[in-house]
């Protein structure tokens, strides 16, 4: 009998849980942060989806726990998904998620994939919501690694069992199953068989929640290798609930025992399916006696493919002969699983299914492309399109404006897309070459050139032809190889930069690092093997002791990250996979190793950062979690690596237990750090002394990239695609005292003067920042360059649409018409809501539309921006600038500001027509009114009014001077343009005939009084 239990302390475990939100050090209170947002900037192809799960009484409401980005919920029956955890749940890696069935409300969440891939982000134990999903309280175990199982007692929701891998990267006690009878506050570990072996699975017998089955094998992750199973593990079975176990089981593999899944179904409460690696033996078993004896029933190569990763399976509650199984393919037998046929998900690599249990045919999904809803036994699915959760290995900008993204996602594809797309417009997408784990690097001089890699294997592409050529590195495959057998060691992501010196340059990193100077097509090795390459860490093909799966990711001892100073052309820094840091200063020639002396062996150099500021300076993130080792290891060196500063001492802001992936220093801010982590992302402002968190409404999850590009802050993260920071000119003059000032005004960067969606995000921006919400008014005034009012905002004012484009408001419709002023059709659709002036405690954003007073667009330039709230005003400068695409056409601001002021002068010629005829025709009726004396004046207006001023008043009638200005006027407000000689030139022959005509007017029935 096993029955060894402990009580395990909630209060211990809330404290160690709370270092994931380290307090802030000191630094920016975070008060100034409030208001502050990232964007979420796409895409929203679906990501890695490692749990699934339902709720029966709501039958179109679905949970998906993705596997690096949080919970999610739909209840339109996966039309739309929402996240449910972000800001709640401090970790983004979702292992099982059961609802209870007694409760709908009450949800039990274990953090922590069993996927267990080379970039799995760890768990940090159990949380339970009460209230389906609106708030989560942390329910213990927080060392249990990976919680691939959870199931919850059937009438009392405060009853549930854990099956725990436990920590994936070192052996550790806290694994196996745990029972909690008082909804987490305590828990008995109730089968442990030491401390590498864990739990794959737990499972209620239906309709007897004293009968518990578990199935236990060892897995565990290495940066080198993948080890799954052992002579240790088996099924167990309980009979107490839980309370005890014993290893029971006849017919079931019993040398080598790997990963394995179970599947009950009420149709039958006696029978369970188990899919498992075993070595030998491994494949679908079935028992029809609750686990006493069992059967294979089907050893199909495909239902065990990288069981590590997968081994997934579903037993239909209401037919017990139906049973879902799969790997990269998925599979349903309607025999017990005796046959197994294809069973097609609209991505592969599977990784779990729920079913109804009153309603078979209703089931939701789980794949590395998403979650899909079925509500037909899975002949059709809901869409993985409408789910933000991508994981992205990086992200790359290119120098367009506005600019594009090139991300790789992981399991998918290298894609191009707007910045400022709709996250949720897929036509907005486009794939680039290389594939799923790149890098994707645009040319930074050749705008149709893009550089892509696919698991080692170069490849550049040309947009404008879509033709993509290959030039692999050694041209050697990289699958099935050892990695000591390989001419190159190169990752799946294999590290690609640029020359910031020569945009014809391109580094590539094996455990050498490489150069092209044409695209690809030669390559030159300029350095030694800059990788520890330990003898010991077996650099032969990984997977043990059952299962080879050689696909990249394991070859430890290669370059991970490359930087070239943007100071001193040939200053090239490194990083490797398996430790050291190394420095060449002259191009390649000679090679020193800077590794830190109290950094141990063996970590990951994710990125390289060289300052944008000080030659010689540099940071190195490093992370060593796949080591079993979670400290943060950031380091800064001023001296070319001579000396090292580490800047994560686990109480400087960063918790002790919290992994780094990334640093990178703000271009214009020296000293300005940004970090990304495994659980979210934090800002320092004395250069890494102190850190605090800088997540705002992004959840706390793996961030992979960070880079700062024309003043916006780009994150790449982990399961939630990327998210941008528009505009960071906010932080640069960020003080420790902002915040206590009762109104304080950020100097602006430039905007510019555009449309669109890209006048949301670049235009001209105004930050400021509120001490409290205010009793007043706030108001904005813009000022040209001369002090002259341009126009002016106020807080709890919606404004209007820009005009800009359209017919002016007191142009005569009739006139319009005859004219056919602009012969444009219909007007553009609205812009975004700009010149909206908020009034919020903390920071607030007004984005000003570049829109005159008058109406007409304002021309680029400079201005002074005025901000005034309870009698205090800040006055700062703001420069407009023409949009890029319009200079690269060969306009200039000085053709804006001639447009500006020609269509000024015509809008007030159409003013002045429009006031001249309201004149005459208030002469005309009085003059007709006065009878024979008035004869000869009345003669004359009409003679002005009907013969020069008014179009004919018959279809196709001859204009008159009114149609005229009118449509000078309307040919050049539509957009941005030089004004035409001609228009200039008509504007002038017009200004002579109103001239006359004005003059004609006063002649007969004299000069305007006030009274006109």
Not at 721 to 744: D, K, M, Q, R, Y
């Amino acid at each position: 009998m096993i029955g060894r239990t402990f009580t395990a302390s909630l209060t211990l475990a809330l404290c160690t849980a709370a270092s994931l939100s380290a307090q802030a050090a000191p630094g920016v209170n975070p008060a100034a942060f409030a208001g502050m947002s990232f964007r979420h900037a796409g895409h929203s192809v679906g990501g890695r989806v490692t749990a699934v799960a339902g709720v029966p009484s709501q039958p179109r409401t679905f949970y998906m726990g993705v596997a690096s980005g949080g919970l999610f919920r739909t209840t339109d029956g996966g039309e739309s998904w929402q996240p449910i955890t972000d800001g709640k749940i401090p970790l983004g890696s979702m292992g099982a998620i059961t609802v209870a069935d007694s409760d709908p409300n009450v949800i039990w969440l274990g953090t922590g994939s069993d996927g267990a891939r080379s970039n799995v982000s760890t768990g940090r134990g159990v949380y339970r919501s009460t209230d389906a999903g609106e708030t989560w309280s942390f329910a213990g175990l927080y060392n249990a690694g990976q919680i691939g199982a959870l199931r919850v007692h059937p009438t009392d929701p405060n009853t549930a069992w854990v099956s725990a891998t436990g920590d994936l990267f070192k052996r550790n006690t806290e694994r196996g199953i745990f029972k909690t009878t008082d909804a987490g506050k305590t828990w008995r570990k109730t089968l442990y068989l030491n401390d590498s072996t864990g739990a794959s699975d737990v499972e209620l017998k239906p309709g007897d929640p004293n009968t518990v089955y578990a199935w236990m094998a060892r897995l565990e992750r290495k940066p080198w290798t993948i080890i799954s199973g052992s002579r240790e593990g088996g099924f167990y079975k309980s009979t107490d609930g839980g309370v005890t176990f014993r290893k029971t089981g006849t017919g079931l593999p019993n040398n080598l025992i790997g990963k394995g899944n179970m599947a009950v179904t009420a149709a039958n409460p006696e029978r369970i399916y188990l899919l498992v690696e075993a070595e030998p033996g491994g494949g679908l078993y079935r028992s029809d006696d609750a686990g006493a004896t069992w059967q294979v029933v089907n050893t199909t190569p495909g239902l065990i493919t990288r069981p590590f990763y997968y081994t997934t399976i579903g037993a239909d509650p209401t037919n017990a002969d139906v049973v879902y199984a799969g790997a990269e393919g998925f599979y349903k037998s309607t025999d017990g699983g005796k046959t197994m046929t294809s069973f097609p998900t609209p991505h592969g690599d599977n990784h779990d299914i729920w079913i109804n249990p009153t309603n078979g045919q209703t089931m939701v999904q789980a794949n590395d492309g998403g979650a899909n809803v079925s509500f037909d036994g899975g002949r059709t699915w809901s869409t993985q399109r409408n789910q933000p959760t991508a994981e992205f290995y990086g992200v790359w900008p290119d120098n367009r404006f506005p600019y594009n993204l090139y991300s790789a996602q992981q399991d998918n594809s290298t894609w191009m897309w707007s910045s400022v797309a709709n996250p949720f417009d897929a036509s907005a997408l486009q794939t680039g070459p290389g594939c799923e784990t790149g890098p994707i690097i645009p040319h930074p001089a050749e705008p149709n050139v893009i550089y892509g890699s696919c698991k080692g294997q170069f490849a550049v592409m040309n947009t404008e032809t879509r033709q993509t050529r290959n030039y692999w590195i050694g041209g050697q495959s990289l699958y099935g190889n050892a990695g000591q057998d390989l001419i190159f060691r190169i990752q799946r992501t294999a590290p690609m930069a640029l020359s910031p010196h020569d945009p014809s340059v391109l580094y590539y990193g094996t455990q050498y690092v490489h150069r092209t100077r044409d695209k690809g097509v030669t390559w030159e090795k300029i350095s030694p093997d800059l990788t520890w390459y330990p003898q010991d860490h077996r650099q032969g093909a990984s997977g043990q002791p059952i299962t080879r799966d050689v696909t990249g990711e394991e070859f430890y001892s290669t370059l991970y990250a490359i930087t070239e100073s943007p100071h001193e052309a040939g200053v090239i820094w490194t990083g490797a996979n398996d430790g050291p840091f190394h420095i060449t200063r002259d191009g390649g020639k000679t090679w020193t190793d800077i590794t830190p002396k109290d950094l141990e062996k063996g970590g990951r150099v994710a990125w390289v950062e060289a300052s944008p500021h000080r030659p010689g300076s540099a940071y190195f993130a490093t992370y060593r979690y796949l080591l079993g080792d979670y400290a943060p290891y950031i380091y800064r060196t001023d001296d070319y690596g001579q000396t090292w500063t580490k800047l994560t001492n686990g109480k400087n802001g960063i918790a002790g237990d919290t992994p780094t992936r990334v640093v990178r220093e703000d271009p214009d801010r020296e000293g300005l750090l940004y970090a990304g982590t495994e659980f979210g992302l934090y800002i320092s402002f004395d250069n890494g002394a102190n850190w605090q968190p800088f997540n705002l409404n992004m959840p706390q999850i793996p961030i992979n990239q960070i880079l700062v590009h024309n003043k916006d802050l780009i994150v790449a993260t982990q399961g939630r695609g990327n998210w941008i920071f528009h505009n960071v000119t906010a932080l640069h003059s960020l003080g420790a005292n902002t915040h206590a000032e009762a109104l304080h005004v950020y100097a602006p960067r430039a905007g510019v003067r555009t449309t669109g969606a890209a006048a949301q995000y670049f235009g001209p921006q105004i930050d400021y920042h509120l001490s409290s919400a205010p009793v007043d008014t706030v108001r904005v005034e813009i000022r040209d360059a001369r002090g002259q009012v341009v126009n002016t905002y106020k807080s709890g004012v919606m404004p209007p649409a820009p005009p800009r484009g359209r017919r002016p408001a007191d142009a005569d419709e009739e006139a319009e018409q005859a004219m056919m002023v602009g012969r444009g059709g219909p007007a553009a659709p609205a812009a975004p809501v700009l010149n909206l002036v908020s009034a919020n405690a903390g920071f607030n954003r007004f984005t000003w539309g570049v829109q005159h007073q008058n109406g007409f667009g304002a021309p680029p330039g400079d201005y002074t921006v005025t901000v005034a709230v309870g009698g205090l005003t800040k006055t700062v400068p703001l420069t407009v600038e023409i949009d890029p695409r319009l200079a690269a056409e060969g306009y200039t601001a000085a053709d804006l500001q001639e447009q500006f002021a020609h269509n000024v002068r015509t809008r007030a010629m159409v003013t002045e027509v429009n006031a001249l005829i309201a004149r005459a025709r208030q002469a005309e009726t009085r003059l007709a009114a006065a009878g024979a004396p008035a004869a000869d004046s009345l003669a004359k207006v009409k003679e002005v009014l009907h013969g020069q001023l008014l179009t004919q008043p018959v279809r196709y009638g001859k204009p008159g001077l009114q149609a005229h200005i009118q449509y000078l006027s309307g040919m050049t407000t539509r957009v941005d343009q030089k004004v035409g000689r001609d228009a200039i030139e008509r504007a002038d022959v017009l200004r002579k005939e109103l001239d006359e005509a004005t003059a004609a007017i006063n002649r007969a029935i004299g000069p305007p009084t006030r009274m006109d």
